[in-house]
């Protein structure tokens, strides 16, 4: 684990970390309490097409899980996305023609990003303000194509935020093979006129995941105009069942 | 309006009236808070087919809104349910089948319902203790099949929670003409394995509401199975509608 920089604002410390020791260098960012001592719940952010780590609506969420509840969040970048590129993310159309043509093209780029995010919590859990406390799971679009097999694969995964797919796409057969492997609570959230993917698809895969403990939040909109009330009611998900 | 009986506890006034003077007397409870002055949110709440304005969920969810939130709460009894029959509602599954048959053959059932409503509402804004405050509908299956009509009818109501039903049945015409007439935000709860209304049909009737402010909320389980979760769903949506 190399530690690049850090930050500190309103009480939260931003630390930007380069994960080295795995298959590949892995770009991420760790939020925690400024002067955190001990173990507390683990939130993994994953970003969307396009986009990196420092999403706007990803940090807004890792800081206000740390500053209400004190729990941790980290972020990695997807495949061919940001620090993982030599224009660092700067160009979101050529990310995201690359992205789908990987996701076309390449059957490993799964496999690579659940490691990733695995070797992430592996390292992360070593870290004395961290520790193996709960992990929970929030990525929406490219961040359920990716972390759909990741919370399926990740028995310390305790509680996911997934949606704005479905059961579509290059990687289909990936997604129906892992979706009943799920058992973790899952919150899946769709929106009712995403332009991206079909509404019946969504509900598909809502309908095949494993979890017993599940609930679909729909609401009108395209894909990008998730509404601030999902992000409160995901705030609500993820306390509830990685809290006492 | 005739009131019947009052009983008070744990702060909440409990008090049943018959109402008078419309088409037909019409049956209710109203709860308010203890000591209550002034205007104040109004919650009406429609019960489901077999029961009666005094089932566990409705009284549960009465007292919650007046203790938290100050509200007042109303139910009536629906079409050949509870005190407007001479079993006073003791055999469900004879009312059951009295509705059934009334909702085939009755096309007058829903607009002497929403007549009912209507009545109910002129009547408890004349209390002080009410007064002419937002008006909220929360009315599950047979409250919605003969809610949505009234909250399509009704420009006082500004927020309705509704579900458990779907663009189907004897009256289906009626629902696909009043859905999209409902302008006023909506919580739409969907049970994903409900034995009574197909998924789909559901899905189609959230779809068709009017209101561009509406979300839907699935979750697994039979049609009776509503967990907890939506019902403080249902208060935070309720309370974020109906108060400044």
């Not at 390292?123 to 929406?140: I, R």
């Not at 097999?149 to 892992?178: C, F, K, N, S, Y």
Request: with cysteine; hydrophobic share 40%.
């Amino acid at each position: 684990m190399h530690w690049v920089h850090e930050t500190v604002s309103d009480g939260v410390v931003e630390r930007q970390f380069e994960l080295q020791g795995g298959s590949r260098p892995v770009p991420g960012l760790l939020w925690v309490p400024a002067e955190a001592v001990g173990p507390r719940p683990l939130l993994l952010l994953g970003h969307g097409a396009s986009g990196t780590k420092r999403e706007g609506y990803l940090v807004a969420l890792a800081r206000r899980m740390v500053r209400r509840h004190g729990f941790a969040a980290a972020a990695i970048d997807g495949p061919v996305h940001g620090d993982r590129r030599s224009d660092l993310g700067s160009n979101p159309v050529l990310t995201f023609l690359e992205f789908s043509q990987a996701w076309t093209t390449d059957p490993a780029m799964t496999d690579a990003m659940v490691a990733d995010w695995r070797s992430t919590i592996d390292e992360l859990e070593k870290l004395d303000e961290v520790g193996s406390g709960p992990v929970g799971y929030w990525g929406l679009s490219m961040g359920t194509i990716l972390g759909l097999p990741l919370v399926a694969a990740e028995p310390r995964i305790a509680a996911a935020v997934l949606g704005l797919m479905g059961m579509t796409g290059p990687t289909r057969e990936r997604i129906a093979a892992d979706a009943p492997r799920v058992r973790c609570p899952v919150l899946f959230l769709l929106q009712w006129d995403d332009e991206l993917f079909a509404r019946d698809s969504s509900i598909e895969l809502f309908g095949a995941l494993g979890s017993s403990d599940k609930r679909l939040h729909a609401q009108p909109g395209r894909h990008g105009e998730v509404p601030s009330e999902e992000f409160e009611a995901s705030d609500r998900f993820l306390t509830r069942h990685l809290t006492d």
